[in-house]
């Protein structure tokens, strides 16, 4: 039912890249806007840590459905780990 949707001829309305390439392949010809989330920077934003602890902390959401990206996430946390020591929280089902 979700491939047959994207047949359709609709605009579309997307929050990524990925998201917006998976409806060309099954459509070519669909109008697509990304509407990328917005962040509030009164709530998300640096702060400083008080104590000795130096850590550089990630926290990530893992869905566990294919479109989502986890394999990626989790493959540049590695990357970043080689380079900068970082500390991932990792929020998710067990199976992910």
Same mark, same amino acid.
């Given at each position: 039912? =979700?491939? =047959?949707?994207?047949?359709?001829? =609709? ?6 890249? /990925? ?6 392949? &099954? #459509?070519? #010809? ?8 917005? @962040? #509030? ?8 840590? &008080?104590?000795?602890?130096? &850590?550089?902390? @990630?926290m990530i959401f893992l869905r566990?459905?294919? /479109?989502?990206g986890d394999e990626v996430v989790?493959?540049?946390?590695n990357r970043v780990n080689r ?7 990792? @929020?998710? #089902?067990?199976? &992910?």
């Amino acid at each position: 039912m =979700f491939k =047959f949707s994207l047949s359709l001829p =609709f605009s579309f309305i997307t929050v990524s890249s /990925y998201l917006r390439d998976l409806i060309i392949k &099954e #459509n070519p #010809n669909a109008k697509i806007t990304i509407a990328h989330p917005g @962040v #509030n920077l009164n709530v998300f934003y640096p702060r400083k840590t &008080e104590g000795k602890t130096k &850590e550089n902390k @990630v926290m990530i959401f893992l869905r566990g459905i294919k /479109y989502k990206g986890d394999e990626v996430v989790i493959q540049v946390l590695n990357r970043v780990n080689r380079v900068i020591p970082i500390k991932a929280i990792i @929020v998710g #089902n067990k199976k &992910e």
